[in-house]
């Protein structure tokens, strides 16, 4: 991965405050140029992500395009706390923080594109919310990690993100028990690791995938297979911190269009397959100041002092993100089946650590993030990793020495591996707390228990065959 470089850090900086609500008069002109160079295109999709990285949205005529963008787009505020179903939490009492209120939605610059997926190509617009009061919505993800992002101004330093995901290509048809069965062209075909041929193989979905991130202005990807019938694993070249998150949410959804529009369905859940490997969401950081300088390097010793102190960050709210890094019951499993790094250790250039650093070249003045699931919220992932490297930096944090050897043998008995406990070291973690919002956090454990309670109350087809 190439990083970012003392001349376009300012244009980066001017990207990332660009992201903020309303739009200016150049964008309005921007839709008439837009609609004139895409005269097919009849509708146009005003999108946002919501608490599970869902894209939702409202879909208008062309004709309302330049209205959008002139007086923005009404919303509810509860549209950004749906589980992972889409249905809301039930409240009862008071509401103190209005969440059942209405705010205006306004485009998010240079996210107006064409897409070529759907059956019947047409645009899109990302879409962030502003309360009554003209403020950033308190309760969107994206602006959660806008609030993160923006302690780092302060220091004049800009966090330069990117992204990898792992995910399974099925049948549309699944077996009598609805489990998701590999791809016809796959089976009976062993695992491959960085196979040209399971890339030929499946060509088709692939190169759709390139094809709609170019159309979208998502930046290059980078492909590979993995262990697993159908697993393919997609970077997506680095970004200021938010718009890889928009890159991130963007990814999934046209990975999983792609894949239907090519008869066959993709999946980012953590764990669809006991006996197969999981999917992640890596994350990898970078550090630049303004003068240019990469803050996570040392001439001398390679991994710089800062470069510790962020790591010891990450390690330090660790145990406090874990029910964002893995926000439903079956995430965990993924943790449960081993493999993956159950501890805080960190490594230089280990793959096999949750948190890596990395050496002495360009390509590797890093901080390598493994313990997100793929079907994390990326706003808040990406959230959660920068909070802890800001925190780690502001406070002088040590995260000890390397680990050197395979830390996925090693379990911290400390960490909530399952969710119920997740849930409650988020709401009792202060310092993850502060830097998400309290207000943010209490919402988002009390959407994901009442998802959690709408998962368990049913009866799984084994427990008539145990017990009936």
């Known amino acids: ?131 009554a009061k003209g403020h950033p919505y308190f309760g969107e993800p994206r602006n959660v990690l806008e609030r993160v ?13 990117g992204c990898a995901f792992e995910f399974y290509l099925f049948d549309r048809e699944r077996s009598k028990n609805g489990i998701p069965q590999p791809p016809d062209a796959a089976a009976g075909q062993s695992a491959a690791v960085y196979s040209i041929n399971e890339i030929d193989r499946f060509d088709g979905v692939l190169t759709g995938i390139a094809e709609a991130a170019d159309i979208q202005g998502l930046p290059p990807l980078t492909t590979a297979s993995e262990p697993g019938l159908g697993r ?100 965990y499993r993924r943790f449960a089946a081993g493999g993956v790094a159950r501890n805080k250790r960190w490594g230089i250039n280990n793959k096999t650590t949750a948190i890596a650093a990395g050496g002495a070249t360009v390509e590797m003045r890093r901080i390598e993030h493994r313990l997100a699931g793929a079907d994390a919220n990326p706003y808040l992932a990406l959230a959660a990793v920068l909070a802890g490297i800001h925190h780690g930096m502001s406070e002088g944090l040590d995260p000890g020495a390397p680990f050197d050897g395979n830390a996925a043998t090693f379990v911290d008995q400390t960490m909530p591996f399952a969710i119920d406990p997740a849930l409650v070291a988020l709401e009792n973690g202060s310092i993850l707390r502060e830097y998400l919002g309290p207000a943010y956090v209490d919402l988002y454990c009390a959407t994901k228990r009442a998802e959690l309670a709408r998962f368990r109350n049913h009866i799984p087809a084994h427990e008539y065959d145990w017990y009936l």
């Open 1 to 131: 991965m190439g990083w970012a470089s003392n001349d376009n850090f300012m244009n980066m900086q001017d990207s990332a405050r660009s992201n903020e609500q309303g739009a200016s008069p150049r964008d309005v002109v921007g839709v008439d140029a837009f609609l004139e160079e895409n005269p097919e295109l009849q509708y146009v999709d005003c999108v946002f992500a919501d608490l599970c990285g869902v894209v939702r949205g409202k879909r208008i005529a062309r004709g309302a395009l330049a209205e959008v963008f002139e007086t923005g787009l009404a919303i509810p505020h509860t549209i950004y706390f749906l589980d992972a179903r889409g249905e809301m939490v039930e409240r009862g009492g008071p509401n103190p923080l209005n969440i059942d209120g209405e705010g205006i939605a306004w485009p998010v610059a240079g996210t107006l594109t064409r897409v070529n997926w759907s059956q019947r190509p047409h645009g899109q617009v990302l879409m962030t919310l502003c309360d």
């Open 149 to 161: 992002v923006g302690r780092f101004d302060s220091l004049e330093l800009l966090p330069s993100v």
């Open 232 to 331: 393919f694993k997609i970077t997506i070249a680095p970004a200021d911190a938010v718009r890889a998150g928009d890159h991130a949410v963007f990814l999934r959804q046209i990975v999983r269009a792609v894949a239907r529009k090519r008869g066959l369905d993709a999946t980012f859940m953590a764990k669809p397959y006991l006996a197969l490997p999981g999917s992640a969401l890596e994350i990898a950081v970078a550090l630049e100041h303004s003068s240019g300088r990469d803050v996570f390097f040392d001439a001398a010793s390679g991994p710089s002092e800062a470069l510790r102190a962020a790591v010891a960050g990450v390690q330090a709210l660790t145990s406090d993100a874990i029910a964002l890094f893995a926000p439903n019951a079956n995430a």
